[in-house]
T-cell receptor
């Protein structure tokens, strides 16, 4: 079955360390997205990519970086410049047409 | 640019009661509309979508939504809720002919009490 996989589900890191969250899809979707979710704040867009080797900043890109070297993969790096990285991170993908997004199951990052 | 407003951040109801979760949108062009559900510590799952045609859309788990163009609304309803419907619900809009991006509301937490 096609889907979108985020790994790991839980991630713990020490303050000051960079960490990379994985997102892989086998839906042949062109576009991929990263969202951050904090209690009571809904979904906030970090970065998105509509084609390979191209991506755009979302609303809260500071302290994050991404790459899109393959259509299937869109990893997110949370850098030490991100002031408050502890959050639930969601990856999604979509294609042109009338469908919405397909979401992964999320990664909960805790920085201590 | 489009925007989405979910009018209630939290909705508590008793089991077997009806529920309505409200969503209003703003856009200068025609739109597609979506409702997603998120259970704790999970991703979002599509409940239903309005693309065109009949304004009453039926989705999974007994939910339905009605598109009202004049009021720019897309409210979600269920005639009788279960404990298992406790979750956060997100309304989203996408402009027709635009790129891929959805705009999400801030979510409504539905809590079903016994």
């Amino acid at each position: 079955d096609g889907g979108i996989t985020q790994s790991p589900k839980y991630l713990f890191r020490k303050e000051g360390q960079n960490v990379t969250l994985s997102c892989e899809q086998n839906l042949n979707h062109d576009a991929m997205y990263w969202y951050r979710q904090d209690p009571g704040q809904g979904l906030r867009l970090i970065y998105y990519s509509q084609i390979v080797n191209d991506f755009q900043k979302g609303d809260i890109a500071e302290g994050y970086s991404v790459s899109r070297e393959k259509k299937e993969s869109f990893p997110l790096t949370v850098t030490s410049a991100q002031k408050n990285p502890t959050a639930f991170y969601l990856c999604a993908s979509s294609n042109r047409g009338q469908n919405g997004y397909t979401f992964g199951s999320g990664t909960r990052l805790t920085v201590v | 640019a489009q925007s989405v407003t979910q009018l209630d951040s939290q909705v508590p109801v008793f089991e077997e009661a009806p529920v309505e979760l409200r969503c209003n949108y703003s856009s200068s062009v025609s739109v597609y509309l979506f409702w997603y559900v998120q259970y704790p510590n999970q991703g979002l799952q599509l409940l239903l979508k309005y693309l065109s045609g009949s304004t009453l859309v039926k989705g999974i788990n007994g939910f339905e939504a009605e598109f009202n163009k004049s009021q720019t609304s897309f409210h979600l309803r269920k005639p009788s809720v279960h404990i298992s419907d406790t979750a956060e619900y997100f309304c989203a809009v996408r402009e027709k002919g635009s790129n891929y991006k959805l705009t999400f509301g801030k979510g409504t937490l539905l809590t079903v009490n016994p």
